[in-house]
């Protein structure tokens, strides 16, 4: 039987990484054009630091602009609506329907409509008006599934099968 050997100190999601000596794992290929140069040093020298203390915390990384997006931007604002006043409320459910309309639809199911229905939601004035005739309402003939955002008619965010 033949032994395969290949000089990779570690695998991160399919990304080989070699130990160096000066104090962190380094990626043994680059990925230009994927990643920028700042993202890519901050990943290779504070990331994958070999001493976990010397590793950002999860709030660090969290604030890096390459980690964010609208899905985890969304789902924050939800899970700290208690603490949000009116006005960020407001603002935040007349400006989601557009905000969701580009994701793919089985993201917002899976990951972001646990959040939206809950009583505490259900009961914001502005969801009702703005955001629940798109989300509870199947594409349709009717109600054809849209390529872009038309907030004056219903504009639904979910195929029949996957509202289903």
């Not at 990943?43 to 203390?53: A, F, G, S, V």
């Not at 924050?76 to 960020?88: A, G, I, R």
């Not at 502005?126 to 038309?150: G, I, N, Y």
Request: with cysteine.
């Amino acid at each position: 039987m033949d032994t395969f050997f290949c000089p990779v100190g570690v695998w991160i999601r399919g990304v080989p990484l070699n130990h160096r000596d000066r104090g962190y794992w380094e990626f043994l290929y680059a990925f230009p054009g994927v990643i920028s140069d700042s993202t890519y040093t901050y990943i290779q020298q504070q990331m994958l630091n070999i001493d976990p203390m010397a590793r950002p915390a999860v709030v660090e990384l969290m604030a890096q602009p390459w980690m964010r997006n609208d899905v985890s931007d969304i789902a924050d604002f939800l899970s700290h609506l208690t603490v949000k006043t009116q006005s960020e409320k407001d603002n935040f459910f007349s400006d989601l329907p557009a905000r969701l309309h580009p994701l793919p639809p089985r993201v917002v199911a899976e990951h972001l409509l646990p959040l939206l229905l809950t009583p505490l939601i259900m009961t914001e004035t502005v969801a009702r008006r703005c955001l629940w005739k798109h989300l509870l309402t199947p594409a349709s003939s009717q109600h054809p599934r849209r390529m872009t955002f038309d907030p004056c008619r219903i504009c639904p965010l979910f195929d029949e099968d996957l509202f289903t």
